[in-house]
């Protein structure tokens, strides 16, 4: 089983060289410190910044550079700053090839829920629903289940939907996915788990097929 940083190492391996990366708040911030050194990546943040490098050390970090979830970052030789228009004009005019975010609920058709829980005060959806609709790779990191042991993979989501029909891969602490016509196909699992238990927490329909290798992260 995967822990966060776990979840943050297996999707790593499916950033690429000279792609152009934004990462939501939470576990997504993490991919940051693991792709590999021989390849060039820009990370942006809708807040305004491209460029980022991994988290600081503790004692380096620089108020004043944030990203989205306003946590402190670095900033790699050659980043940029700039306002929330030109941030957004780059999310909605598709110039993102990755888009990286956790979520709460995630269906078998590919629909997103991960900005509004019913009852609990939000200031607003936020970047999540520019980029849903216009990035064409999204990987969602989450975990497989919530603290109840009720599982967050769903044939249909029961909280506000963020997006459509948009995520392409998940990745839990259980497993690799991706979104079929048919539901959520099993490409993965993380190391000691079976596929029985992967069952076993998914709602939506879980396709099988073969031998399902173990992650190798």
């Known amino acids: 089983m995967l822990d966060k940083t776990g979840i943050a190492k297996r999707i790593a391996k499916e950033v690429k060289d000279g792609y152009y990366v934004n ?6 911030t993490l991919v940051a ?28 970090e620089d108020a004043d550079i944030i990203n989205a979830g306003k946590q402190t970052i670095t900033t790699l030789a050659g980043a940029s700053f700039f306002d929330s228009a030109l941030s957004f004009s780059m999310i909605r005019g598709k ?18 829920a991960n900005w509004k829980i019913p009852g609990k005060m939000v200031k607003g959806m936020g970047g999540a629903m520019d980029l849903v609709a216009s990035a064409e790779n999204i990987i969602v990191a989450m975990m497989h289940t919530n603290k109840a042991g009720e599982s967050k993979l769903l044939k249909k989501c029961s909280l506000p939907l963020t997006g459509v029909n948009c995520v392409k891969k998940i990745v839990t602490n259980l497993a690799l996915l991706e979104i079929t016509e048919n539901g959520f196909k099993l490409l993965e699992r993380a190391k000691g788990v079976s596929v029985d238990e992967i069952k076993a927490a998914t709602e939506g329909n879980l396709i099988v097929e073969g031998d399902i290798p173990e992650m190798n992260i």
């Open 23 to 28: 990462l939501g708040i939470g576990i997504p």
């Open 33 to 60: 410190n693991f792709v590999r050194d021989d390849i060039e990546v820009e990370f942006q943040s809708e807040n305004g910044v491209l460029g980022m490098g991994p988290f600081p050390f503790e004692g380096e």
């Open 95 to 112: 110039h993102v090839d990755l888009t990286i975010l956790g979520a709460m609920e995630v269906s078998q058709n590919g629909d997103i």
